[in-house]
């Protein structure tokens, strides 16, 4: 893993999509974070059933906060373990508000519950934000989380009015 993230901080690397399927790489996320705040043709970065730690995640998003981050869609499905859904949300939420890049997120399949959503829709109704694809299939959230979100999308449809 630390040779391909070498590979993709070269400045002739042009790789725009990275997946990662059943790979246990949370010990990787450090270099892969520094991928992220160098590499600009990066735009897309998706786990499937990774089983990521939530401090490895808390890496990989201070990557994905660095200004230099171009990052548009990140998949996280089925990737979070169960402990640290609420905690990477957190970190998710920030990344949200930091990176006016990012447009698709995808926690799915991962138990959020209504605390998780309530976090990334703090950062979702930041100005900084600019998502417009979110995958919220199968995250364990219940009636609580859709109030949530729907107080989320009428920001959308009708914002407020600038000062």
């Excluded at 990557?63 to 373990?81: E, F």
């Excluded at 991962?110 to 605390?115: A, E, F, H, K």
């Excluded at 979702?124 to 364990?140: A, I």
């Amino acid at each position: 893993m630390k040779l391909l993230c070498e590979g993709l901080k070269q400045p002739n690397c042009v790789l725009q999509t990275l997946r990662f399927f059943r790979r246990l790489i949370s010990s990787s996320c450090g270099a892969l974070a520094a991928v992220l705040s160098t590499n600009q043709w990066l735009t897309e970065l998706e786990f499937s059933e990774t089983k990521l730690e939530a401090s490895a995640l808390k890496l990989l998003c201070e990557g994905l906060k660095d200004t230099n981050c171009k990052l548009q869609k990140l998949k996280l499905c089925a990737s979070l373990l169960p402990e640290g859904s609420e905690a990477v949300c957190r970190y998710l939420s920030c990344v949200l508000i930091c990176n006016p890049d990012l447009t698709e997120l995808d926690p799915s399949e991962n138990p959020l519950g209504d605390i998780g959503v309530k976090y990334l829709c703090v950062g979702l109704r930041h100005s900084n934000c600019k998502v417009e694809k979110l995958d919220l299939s199968t995250c364990h959230s219940t009636d609580a989380s859709c109030v949530e979100l729907s107080s989320f999308l009428q920001l959308v449809v009708n914002p407020l009015p600038k000062s």
